[in-house]
């Protein structure tokens, strides 16, 4: 018989944890982040990690309920998505071997869809030089020469994100065929749930949670990864927050300049969350996060 699996999904600040929370107390679950940040020790306030429970340090728990692919590498490894999906699959049969729900949640679409769909990825081995000499074009550039090269790996791609669109090319390149992306999907029994918000209120979330991560420190995390040798170059590569707050930190924002710009830029990247999420199919979408009764 197939096993069950849970997926939450929906754009950053709309309260996907706190709905994967309650609903692993109610159906006896554990919760596997979904995020392309989160994997990274001292990365906190910045990717909006669940507050650790103090008790236990052995184990990634939040409100008694286990987490995991949370702080499970340092932040000067390189992490992608086959890494991701790779130790996922484990973390679900284990979860499964325990008689528990495993509870998908997270805002990487991408990293969400390859699990789902069960990606097969190549085995083609990172080239230096060759990175070296995409790294000098702009993300723009490189995506036009991706669609030009292979436009169905194009489609699998975040455009925006030019570590992961420099990766497609590297494959394309170097193998003497392009061979289509293969898929094996996942065996179980899957439901998806969204979390819908009209843009406003996800654009006022969104401000709100800027101001409370500042509040709470966000600037001294991210001051104190500088002093332990993160580059501005790989702070850059960890996301808007850690991009835009060491701009202000190396002086070229002001602090109003930062919030503005930082602000902007992630309610573009929730918008394009959105349209990665509408391609799903058989997403149950949740006005109300509290009145959940799973069917499987």
Known sequence: MKKN?????????VGKSDLAILLAKKYNGEII??????????????????????????????????????DIVDVDTQYNISDFQKQTNKKIKEIWNKN????????????????????????????????????????????VMLKNLDPLRAKTIDAKNKRRVIRALEIVMQDS?????????????????GIKK??????????KRLERRIKEGMLA?????????????RLYDLGL????????????????????????????????????FKKFENVLWLDNIKDVDLKF
């Open 5 to 13: 699996l849970l997926v939450i999904i929906g754009p950053t600040a």
């Open 33 to 70: 982040s979904a995020d392309s940040r989160q994997v990274y020790r001292g990365l906190d306030l910045g990717t909006g990690k669940v507050i650790r429970d103090e008790s236990r340090k052995d184990e990634f728990l939040s409100e008694g309920v286990a987490h995991h692919m949370i």
């Open 100 to 143: 528990k729900l495993p509870i998908l949640c997270g805002g990487s679409p991408l990293y969400v869809i390859s699990v789902l769909e069960g990606w097969i990825f190549p085995k083609t081995k990172p080239n230096v030089d060759l990175r070296n000499n995409l790294e000098s074009k702009t993300t723009e550039e490189l995506f």
């Open 177 to 193: 065929e392009v061979k289509p992306l293969t898929k094996k999907p996942i065996n179980a029994n899957v439901v998806i749930l």
């Open 198 to 207: 009209d843009r406003e209120e996800i654009r006022e979330l969104i401000w």
């Open 221 to 233: 995390e991210i001051e104190n990864l500088k002093k332990n040798g993160v580059t501005s170059k």
């Open 241 to 276: 927050e850690y991009r835009y707050v060491d701009m202000y930190l190396e002086g070229k924002l002001t602090l109003t300049e930062m919030k503005e710009q930082l602000y902007t830029k992630i309610c573009q990247f929730a918008k394009r969350q959105m349209t990665w």
